[in-house]
């Protein structure tokens, strides 16, 4: 029994031992609590989330990009437009076997009627000049320009330019915000980017996206593409807003939206790059107008096919279609076939390239063309003119408005050359056509590349100026086409959308 009890002793005092050092060693953990843990004599930082409510949202973590957004949406405004319109006449309200019927007693169609736009517009100077889309104010006779603190002023269009879209507005005050510029030239697919506008006319608005593409272009939209597209979100109501980038930089004008038939965004809208409007704003403000550089010819797309043909590398460079006499391309000895590979030492991707940056200079520069002629390589010098209107570096100019049936086509004059090359008579007269969109109502109508439309709404059509008058005229209605093919002619229907 005395054995017994020793051992007893013996656990109930390791027992009383044990929970004197649990004891202890509980008070030493409560005091090492917030401390940083020890490892092998190393500090490793280690960052808690507060627990005081806010959700980890500190001034050095913020929760969105409310700081990039902020000092840019005083600058973007709301522009509204309008202008008288014509009004389509019935032709039986005036037929006197139509209106005996009523006893000549019906009101006559109003002629005219007060047409609305609405858009949107970014402040880029204090002193009150803005930034817009020219199909937001063109032909307006009122524009309105909203401001985000609701203030209200009339505004003046200083200058556009149909061929990007771009229209310069200013109205009367001082001390406005703005926005800073960015450099387009930089932007990589993947950057974030912000479209602040006012869609549907439900008020300022902020989306967010990426840059999904850059340098888009061949989408019959306007004459100069180099469009930013973007998945932030742009409606109607966004046209002439800012795109942004990260770092709350003007980066884009806002102008368009595939729609996919729906009217409202699909995830694909297109922005005029910064750098462009820039230019063309500051051209107008300098001129009153844009003014292009202008070489004369016509230039085209090397397709594996034609790069075949002509013994050059495929999908480079700009080919020479056409040769417009008597001005810089031909005076410089350019000719049909040539590829022209080089601009003053910078490499050729296309037409589309070479029509911007010739149509970016200044005429009276002089440039160094590299040209491929039947495989070799040569040096062409040249003294750049000065684009007519409506056209730029080649001649081939669309003269459609976007709502017309004949958008983006392309037509040059028809010279001497041209009409021997498609085998037409000397007597032949009108403008050949050097583009035709695939997507577009003439290229559904069976209007082709080499065509020769002699007559518009059966008007002659004896130079690019007359097609072109022609066409405006037509506005949005159907278009009867006299077209020459191959020396024989026939009539073709070009339907609206």
């Known amino acids: 029994m005395k054995t017994i009890q020793v051992r007893r002793s013996a656990a109930v ?8 050092i649990g004891c202890l060693l509980g008070i030493f953990a409560l005091a090492w609590v917030g401390h940083p843990p020890l490892s092998g004599g ?19 973590s913020p929760m969105g990009f409310a700081a990039i957004l902020k000092p840019a949406l005083p600058a973007v405004v709301r522009i509204t437009s309008s202008r008288m319109v014509k009004v389509p006449q019935m032709p039986f309200f005036n037929d006197p076997f139509f209106r005996q019927f009523f006893g000549g007693q019906f009101p006559s169609a109003p002629k005219q009627q007060r047409e609305w736009g609405l858009g ?6 204090p002193d009150g000049y803005i930034l817009t889309n020219n199909h937001v104010v063109e032909k307006a006779t009122d524009i309105k320009v909203q ?15 149909p061929q990007t879209d771009i229209a310069v507005v200013k109205i009367a005050d001082t001390g406005l915000p703005t926005i800073t510029f960015g450099d387009s030239s930089k932007l990589q697919v993947g950057d974030y980017a912000f479209a602040i506008g006012n869609p549907f006319g439900v008020g300022e608005t902020a989306t967010m996206g990426i840059i999904s ?11 100069y593409e180099d469009f930013i597209q973007t998945d932030a979100a742009i409606n ?3 046209s002439g807003g800012a795109l942004l980038n990260a770092r709350g930089e003007l980066i884009g004008i806002n102008t368009a939206i595939l729609s996919g038939g729906s009217g409202g965004n699909q995830g694909i809208g297109f922005a005029i790059p910064i750098n462009m409007a820039k230019h063309v ?65 910078q490499a050729i991707s296309g037409p589309n390239d070479l029509r911007l940056r010739v149509g970016a200079m200044t005429p009276g520069t002089t440039v160094h063309l590299k040209v491929l002629r039947n495989g070799e390589s040569r040096d062409v010098s040249l003294v750049l003119g000065e684009a007519p209107t409506g056209k730029g570096a080649g001649e081939s100019v669309s003269g459609a408005e976007q709502n017309s049936p004949m958008r983006g086509v392309e037509v040059g004059q028809l010279t001497p050359d041209i009409r021997q090359q498609l085998g037409l008579k000397s007597d032949v007269k009108g403008v050949v056509v050097t583009g035709v969109p695939d997507t577009s109502p003439a290229a559904d109508a069976g209007l082709q590349r080499g065509d020769v439309i002699e ?9 690019v100026a007359d097609y072109e008058r022609l066409i405006r005229q037509a506005g949005k209605q159907s278009i009867v086409l006299l077209v020459n093919r191959g020396g024989n002619t026939t009539f073709i229907v070009v339907e609206p959308e």
Do not use: C, W
């Open 13 to 20: 005092f390791a027992l009383a031992v044990i929970f004197a």
């Open 455 to 463: 007559q518009v709404n059966r008007e002659p059509v004896n130079s």
């Open 147 to 161: 401001l985000a603190d609701k203030r209200e002023f009339s505004g003046k269009v200083i200058g556009t330019d």
């Open 236 to 238: 109607p109501g966004n």
């Open 213 to 223: 593409a850059t340098g888009r272009n061949g989408l019959a939209i306007e004459d």
């Open 120 to 125: 949107s517009g970014v402040i880029v100077s």
């Open 42 to 60: 190393n500090l490793v930082p280690v960052f808690v989330a507060s627990a005081s409510g806010t959700g980890g949202n500190t001034s050095n």
């Open 281 to 345: 704003m500051d051209e107008i403000l300098k001129h009153g107008k844009v003014v292009r550089g202008y070489i004369g010819v016509g230039i085209q797309e090397v397709t594996p096919d034609l790069a075949k043909a002509f013994n050059v590398p495929p999908e480079k460079g700009a080919l020479v279609g056409s040769v417009e006499p008597n001005n810089p391309g031909s005076k410089a000895g350019l000719e049909r076939g040539d590829v022209i590979t080089e601009l003053d030492g």
